[in-house]
């Protein structure tokens, strides 16, 4: 009988869901992408050094526009499809959707490591996604102490990361303190996702009198 006991401590989760009817609802919100791209300046994150097209600094609430409510909707039960599965407290925490922007990657773009803190969950939405396009890495956090051990196999206990090859339709997520970035597109065919994050309400600052 083996002496030793291994326990797996703090597991990470990621949800994957296949939006039905997928196809529909990205041709009604390709136009209003299209329109975004144009009246929207681009604004990644100021410590990104690859070039792609986000509206993450210059409007992440695309949530609120009529056009995405009906898939704003779809983020919001499947934030708490998660949550219920982790055994959240939902009757004493509410989720929302905090932010939602997009990001569209042409052949040679490519996203640096980032997470989205100050958030509990963070989910992709994958409108567009040709299969020679790019992948999503999603970093073991573990890793960021900068020590590695060289390893025989590779399996979920000693990985560095997780990479992800997706397909339009998916919706993936995963809580927010997990770093993602996406390799270099190689392809023509433009990659266009939705990225959004969920938190709670934020609730005004009160002091006793």
Same mark, same amino acid.
């Given at each position: 009988?083996?002496? $030793?006991?291994?326990?797996?401590?703090?597991?990470?989760?990621?949800?994957?869901? %296949?939006?039905?009817? +997928?196809? /529909?609802?990205?041709?009604?919100?390709?136009?209003?992408?299209? &329109?975004?791209?144009?009246?929207?300046?681009?604004?990644? /994150?100021? /410590?990104?050094?690859?070039?792609?097209?986000? &509206?993450?600094?210059?409007?992440?609430?695309? +949530?609120? %526009?009529?056009?995405?409510?009906?898939?704003?909707?779809?983020? $919001?039960?499947?934030?708490?499809?998660? /949550?219920? %599965?982790?055994?959240?407290?939902?009757?004493?925490?509410?989720?929302?959707?905090?932010?939602?922007?997009? #990001?569209v990657l042409s052949r040679g773009h490519s996203m640096d490591v980032h997470n989205h803190p100050n958030s509990f969950f963070t989910g992709i939405y994958f409108l567009q996604a040709?299969?020679?396009?790019?992948?999503?890495?999603? +970093?073991?956090?573990?890793?960021?102490?900068?020590?590695?051990?060289?390893?025989?196999?590779? &399996?979920?206990?000693?990985?560095?990361?997780?990479?992800?090859?997706?397909?339009?339709?998916?919706?993936?997520?995963?809580?927010?303190?997990?770093?993602?970035?996406?390799?270099? $597109?190689?392809?023509?065919?433009? $990659?266009? #996702?939705?990225?959004?994050?969920?938190?709670?309400?934020?609730?005004?600052? &009160?002091?006793?009198?």
């Open positions: 009988m083996d002496k $030793h006991k291994i326990a797996t401590l703090f597991p990470s989760v990621l949800l994957r869901t %296949r939006v039905a009817d +997928h196809e /529909a609802i990205t041709a009604r919100l390709l136009p209003e992408i299209g &329109t975004i791209r144009v009246e929207t300046p681009n604004g990644p /994150a100021g /410590a990104w050094a690859c070039p792609v097209f986000s &509206t993450l600094m210059t409007d992440p609430s695309l +949530h609120r %526009r009529d056009a995405f409510r009906e898939i704003a909707g779809i983020f $919001h039960e499947e934030v708490l499809a998660l /949550a219920e %599965r982790k055994s959240v407290d939902l009757d004493s925490q509410e989720i929302c959707i905090d932010r939602c922007w997009l #990001n040709p299969v020679d396009g790019t992948r999503l890495c999603l +970093h073991n956090p573990a890793k960021e102490m900068g020590l590695s051990l060289p390893v025989k196999k590779e &399996t979920t206990l000693n990985q560095e990361y997780f990479i992800y090859q997706p397909m339009a339709g998916d919706l993936l997520i995963f809580e927010s303190y997990i770093a993602k970035s996406f390799q270099v $597109h190689e392809s023509d065919q433009e $990659h266009i #996702n939705l990225t959004f994050t969920a938190a709670g309400p934020l609730s005004p600052v &009160t002091f006793p009198s």
